[in-house]
């Protein structure tokens, strides 16, 4: 057995068993917690609505472990199992020119992994989340989506895969500087492109029609000197009764997006706060700092890949006995993360630094209570726990804990008279 076949089975089995051990945490945690309602939330969430949170949180949870172990074996069965090669062969058999042969190869592998989780996708709507009366989708919507994102997947997909492949052929040494290049390129056209021309087909999205509402918005971007080119309402009821707000696109083309479902249970202010919010990320430069962090991960993501798509072992000790370009972007592509988790829980704590900026910002220039109603309100129509696990919250949360979140917007109070603001 090659020397790299044991680093990855380790690293592998590694990460495996830390994403168990953290999910066996949080299901302790969240159940062990399931009957006592946090103090500061308990004017507003009833115990049998903080039940349902834990309900929803350890379904997920537990769905989440089945979905590990099933693609832990996928994985294996990809790479060390010859399952790459497999589908190589199939690939070389329908008797293509050779770089056409590598895009079918790599789009292939994807096509089996899409297909492969069609089951418990499928499950995950339509029992999971209509258990706890979320789901809004019907089976024509969930098709429609698949085929449309399919579609869209195999032409967005296909051609980057065809330009990676094609600048490893041809641009010498220095390959994966070129295609780093129309890496990025290619992302930026997309991401600015995607309010206009992607996401449509996906949803409806009107202006935002409610004057008092626009006016009120309006006043908080003069206020906050930003740009957008459009406030829009977009018809997330349609799939699911979760609601959220967000920014989309590039410069001046960014758009704000709420979803009908949050509009309908918050009040004009506390849309406001969340907006606020948003608002934050841009203003602090959150966004164009991940852009740039995003950049450079993705940047010494194709340096590793120049140099390991020359070195025989890449391919033999991960199972793939043809060394073509297509196998070595696989191969990389599903092995890269056996090692990358490492980086998982300083990027979440990045994030959450950002999230507490974000609330700060929204404090100074809307309403920090305000924000915090909407908060709760947020956590409670979209069952998310209140009580996680903290080890489990530190390693994967993007967003701080409920409770650290609300006190620092409610800081002037104690607990009681924070759950007294809160039922304000
Ligand atoms: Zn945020």
């Known amino acids: 057995m090659h020397v790299f076949t044991i680093i990855f089975l380790t690293a592998f089995a590694l990460h495996l068993s830390i994403q168990i051990w953290l999910a066996t945490r949080q299901i302790k945690h969240v159940r062990d917690n399931r009957h006592s309602v946090p103090a500061e939330f308990s004017a507003v969430i009833t115990p049998r609505d903080h039940a349902k949170a834990a309900d929803y949180t350890v379904a997920k949870q537990r769905l989440g472990v089945l979905e590990l172990v099933f693609d832990g074996a996928v994985l294996l ?15 070389a058999s329908m008797g293509l020119p050779p770089h056409w042969t590598g895009v079918a190869h790599v789009l292939g592998v994807f096509a089996f992994l899409s297909l492969l989780a069609l089951p418990l996708g499928a499950y995950r709507t339509f029992v999971m989340e209509r258990r706890f009366g979320f789901n809004r989708t019907t089976v024509g919507v969930f098709v429609a989506d698949l085929l449309k994102g399919w579609l869209l997947g195999a032409l967005l997909g296909g051609f980057m895969v065809a330009a990676v492949l094609w600048v490893m052929r041809s641009a010498g040494q220095y390959w994966w500087l070129v295609a780093w290049t129309v890496w990025m390129g290619f992302s930026l056209l997309v991401t600015w492109a995607w309010p206009r021309l992607i996401a449509p087909l996906f949803n409806k999205f009107s202006p935002l029609d409610d004057p008092a509402l626009r006016e009120r918005i309006d006043a908080l971007l003069e206020r906050c000197g930003f740009h957008a080119s459009g406030v829009f309402v977009m018809d997330g009821s349609r799939r699911s009764s979760h609601g959220n707000a967000y920014f989309t696109g590039l410069g001046r083309e960014k758009r704000i997006v709420f979803f009908d479902t949050l509009l309908s249970s918050l009040t004009p202010v506390q849309v406001e706060s969340v907006l606020a919010h948003e608002l934050a990320h841009f203003k602090l430069k959150h966004v164009p700092k991940r852009l740039i962090g995003g950049a450079a991960m993705s940047l010494a993501g194709f340096a590793l890949l120049g140099r390991l798509s020359r070195q025989d072992w890449f391919y033999t000790a991960l199972g793939a006995n043809s060394h073509t370009d297509a196998s070595a972007l696989l191969l990389f592509i599903l092995v890269v993360p056996a090692f990358a988790w490492v980086l998982s829980p300083f990027l979440a704590a990045w ?74």
Do not use: C, Q
């Not at 129509?381 to 489990?392: C, G, H, Q, R, V």
């Open 351 to 424: 994030s959450r630094r950002h999230e507490f900026e974000a609330d700060a910002f929204a404090a100074r220039h809307s309403d920090g209570s305000e924000l915090a109603h909407a908060l709760v309100s947020m956590y409670k129509d979209n069952a998310s726990t209140l009580t996680p696990d903290p080890l489990y919250s530190a390693f994967y949360d993007s967003h701080p804990p409920p409770s650290a979140r609300i006190e620092r917007l409610l800081p002037a109070s104690g607990p009681t008279s924070r759950a007294a603001v809160a039922a304000a």
């Open 77 to 91: 069965w990809l790479t060390l199992g010859g399952g790459i090669a497999t589908i190589g062969n199939l690939a």
